[in-house]
């Protein structure tokens, strides 16, 4: 079992900048992969980002390629989500997610464990 607790969100102003926490419980936290997904009013969860077990390899979706930054400190068992040059369209619940081998990276249903969410804002 792995409980995954969310911090970091709140509201910035386009062109800002803020880093997401993901705090997870448990010993096996090494052994998971782990990614950010997010969810705007109205709209569908989407995949942000994700992170293999070593953290040698990370995935990102394309709306956020060269802006955002997944990582992931195996000692501290928390995962981080760093955005730079948020817009308004960044804008939602970002959520984050586990599971020891997720059979595709970008799939929600994929993954086991997930966070209750913190919500960006970014304002015009």
């Known amino acids: 079992q792995v409980q995954l607790v969310e911090s970091g969100g709140g509201l910035v102003q386009a062109g800002g900048s803020l880093r997401l926490s993901c705090a997870a419980s448990g010993r096996t936290f090494s052994s998971y992969c782990m990614a950010w997904f997010r969810q705007a009013p109205g709209k569908e969860r989407e995949f942000v980002a994700a992170?293999?077990?070593?953290?040698?390899?990370?995935f990102y979706a394309d709306s956020v390629k060269g802006r955002f930054t997944i990582s992931r400190d195996n000692a501290k068992i928390t995962v981080y989500l760093q955005m730079n040059s948020l817009k308004p369209e960044d804008t939602a619940v970002y959520y984050c997610?586990?599971?020891?081998?997720?059979?595709?990276?970008?799939?929600?249903?994929?993954?086991?464990?997930w966070g209750q969410g913190t919500q960006v804002t970014v304002s015009s």
């Open positions: 997610a586990a599971d020891r081998s997720p059979l595709r990276v970008g799939v929600g249903r994929d993954y086991d464990y």
């Open positions: 992170i293999r077990r070593s953290g040698g390899t990370t």
